[in-house]
């Protein structure tokens, strides 16, 4: 595996479900990075953690919960979700901090029903 | 609040044709720019960075950053439909970590 991969590609849940994203970047990076993409709305980011440390949390809600056990793995556990949620959620990596390039995995299309 | 603005578009060009594609920026602090491009269906990636005012050029891709004015342009010379994509610009800031975007020009290149 090369750059950075996220599973599931594609993820349907109810507003009851528990479920997580997982994204692993084989890049020697230090900095993690979830995107919520939604139609019509500017990239949002959510988490950033730098060396399994979280230095970013948008005013995200709670239903969304991150996990980076390591600086190669970050994980996105999500419960109770609301149908505005649906969106294709991407996690980027990069070396350094925001002022280097951030590298994107294919993304996690979510729906909630 | 930082902001990065950009025309949605769409923005149709003919094959061959300059496409022009403009973003504009609140925080007079910023320093720097990226710009990704991002087909249908993919991930954003980075097509230039620009820290400085005036041009810079890459193969068909040339950046242009204006701080007093605080635009930031991206023109693609010699248009081609492998082109056709949202273009986003973005910009470091806020702190160490975050990268604000706009959302993003969609191109058309028709050939």
């Known amino acids: 595996e090369t750059g950075v991969t996220q599973t599931p590609r594609h993820l349907v849940m109810g507003m009851t479900n528990k479920k997580s994203l997982k994204c692993e970047q084989h890049l020697g990076h230090n900095a993690m990075y979830w995107y919520k993409q939604s139609a019509k709305k500017p990239l949002e980011l959510m988490f950033v953690y730098n060396f399994k440390e979280q230095t970013e949390n948008n005013s995200v809600p709670s239903r969304f919960s991150p996990e980076c056990p390591n600086s190669s793995h970050l994980f996105l556990h999500l419960h109770t979700l609301q149908p505005e949620d649906s969106a294709l959620y991407l996690c980027?990596?990069?070396?350094?901090?925001?002022?280097?390039?951030?590298?994107f995995g294919p993304g996690t299309r979510l729906t909630v029903l | 609040q930082k902001e990065v603005e950009q025309n949605s578009g769409p923005l149709s060009v003919p094959e061959g044709a300059i496409a022009s594609l403009n973003c504009t920026y609140s925080d007079r602090g910023s320093q720097s720019f990226f710009w990704y491009r991002q087909y249908s269906g993919k991930s954003p990636e980075l097509i230039m960075f620009?820290?400085?005012?005036g041009d810079k050029e890459d193969g068909r891709f040339t950046a242009q950053l204006n701080k007093a004015s605080q635009y930031v342009s991206l023109l693609i010379r010699d248009s081609q439909p492998s082109d056709s994509a949202t273009y986003l610009c973005?910009?470091?800031?806020?702190?160490?970590?975050?990268?604000?975007f706009g959302k993003g020009t969609l191109l058309t290149v028709n050939p």
């Open positions: 620009i820290y400085s005012n």
């Open positions: 980027a990596s990069s070396q350094g901090d925001s002022y280097n390039e951030q590298f």
């Open positions: 973005a910009s470091p800031g806020g702190s160490n970590y975050k990268l604000t």
